[in-house]
Nanobody, 118 residues
Framework: QVQLVESGGGLVQPGGSLRLSCAAS????????MGWYRQAPGKQRELVAR???????NYADSVKGRFTISRDNAKNTVYLQMNSLRPEDTAVYYC????????????WGQGTQVTVSS
């Protein structure tokens, strides 16, 4: 049974930072590209960062230079360090292995809410 459990979200002021964590189980974590996705109200879910099993990373233009994705294969955990947060980063954030098409491979977890507001 695949489980993806996101944590670390919260309310932060513009310019602030948060670190999200995602604990994964039920699949061979180290074999997969892992991605962080987000969905803002009224918008489609989008892939914001992904990391290969070996640590190569890619970012959406909107977060490049501000967000850093990392992983610990020994702990089956993927992280997203978010700095210089902006109101437009407000969304529910999810993790998932990245499928060939760029979408999530498995069913979505509950996500973690990130709200950037003064």
């Amino acid at each position: 049974q695949v489980q993806l459990v996101e944590s670390g979200g919260g309310l932060v002021q513009p310019g602030g930072s948060l670190r999200l964590s995602c604990a994964a189980s039920g699949f061979i974590f180290s074999n997969y590209y892992m991605g962080w996705y987000r969905q803002a109200p009224g918008k489609q879910r989008e892939l914001v960062a992904r990391i290969s099993s070996g640590g190569s990373t890619n970012y959406a233009d909107s977060v490049k230079g501000r967000f850093t994705i990392s992983r610990d294969n020994a702990k089956n955990t993927v992280y997203l360090q978010m700095n210089s947060l902006r109101p437009e980063d407000t969304a529910v954030y999810y993790c998932n292995p990245v499928s060939f098409t760029g979408g999530g491979l498995y069913s979505w977890g509950q996500g973690t809410q990130v709200t950037v507001s003064s």
